[in-house]
């Protein structure tokens, strides 16, 4: 497809589980990034992956939140013993490595139960 | 850590009115971003700025960047009920205009008929 590809679209589980969240960027795309929006804090940064730097991990919230990508184009946010605090709708942009301009996904609405 | 304060957090006003949002920060950012958001969907860049005091206009939107980098404003002139939905000021460090987005809390933008 033409733009950031998220799936699931939404996922539903129970706490204590772990989840995967994906992440397909747009084809040429070098840099790869991931956020969070909630209602109470708005939309923050969790990961930023540039070509073959390693990443900038500084917005993950804790040691159970981790992201790989895998031959720079896919990603995988895995977010290990959820917690009811982790609900929220995780985004993906993508970018050229020159150009500001991000392009989102539609993000995966994730709920704890 | 730059945090950017964005206001109001809510508009609701009539089709034909003007409007202003602003973003503002005690820390200098490379570039400020605006993105609109509607439910369910992802950011879509509308413009990005990046010299103090530049301004860009986009049909009957305006941008503005401060003159020391540390806010910017939105304007619409004539509101019209497809301008509804969530904008969001973000910026980046680092002097460059790509890498890791702050943004601000949003404001939701609600033009009635």
């Known amino acids: 497809g033409a733009g950031v590809s998220q799936s699931p679209s939404n996922k539903v589980t129970e706490k204590g589980k772990d989840v995967e969240l994906r992440c397909d960027p747009i084809?040429?795309?070098?840099?790869l990034y991931w956020y969070r929006q909630s209602l109470g804090q708005g939309l923050e940064f969790l990961i930023y992956?540039?070509?073959?730097?390693?990443?900038?991990k500084s917005g993950l919230p804790s040691d159970r939140f981790s992201a790989e990508r895998t031959g720079g184009s896919v990603s995988t946010l895995t977010i290990q013993r959820t917690q009811q605090e982790d609900s929220a709708v995780y985004l993906c942009?993508?970018?050229?490595?020159?150009?500001?301009?991000?392009?989102f996904g539609d993000g995966t609405r994730l709920s704890i139960l | 850590t730059q945090l950017l304060e964005q206001s109001p957090q809510f508009l609701s006003i009539q089709e034909g009115e003007n409007l202003t949002v602003y973003c503002n920060s005690s820390?200098?950012?490379?570039?400020l971003q605006w993105y609109r958001q509607e439910p369910g969907e992802g950011p879509v860049l509308l413009v990005t700025?990046?010299?103090?005091?530049e301004v860009k206009k986009l049909k009957r939107l305006t941008f503005q960047f401060g003159d020391a980098r540390k806010d910017s404003s939105l304007h619409i002139t004539a509101a019209q009920p497809g301008d509804t939905g969530l904008y969001l000021c973000?910026?980046?460090?680092?002097?460059?205009?790509?890498?890791?987005?702050?943004f601000g809390q949003g404001t939701i933008l609600t033009v009635h008929p």
């Open positions: 084809s040429g795309h070098t840099a």
């Open positions: 820390s200098v950012f490379s570039s």
């Open positions: 700025v990046v010299t103090g005091g």
């Open positions: 942009a993508s970018s050229l490595a020159s150009s500001g301009a991000q392009h």
């Open positions: 992956f540039q070509g073959n730097s390693a990443p900038d």
């Open positions: 973000a910026g980046t460090t680092g002097g460059t205009s790509y890498g890791k987005l702050t």
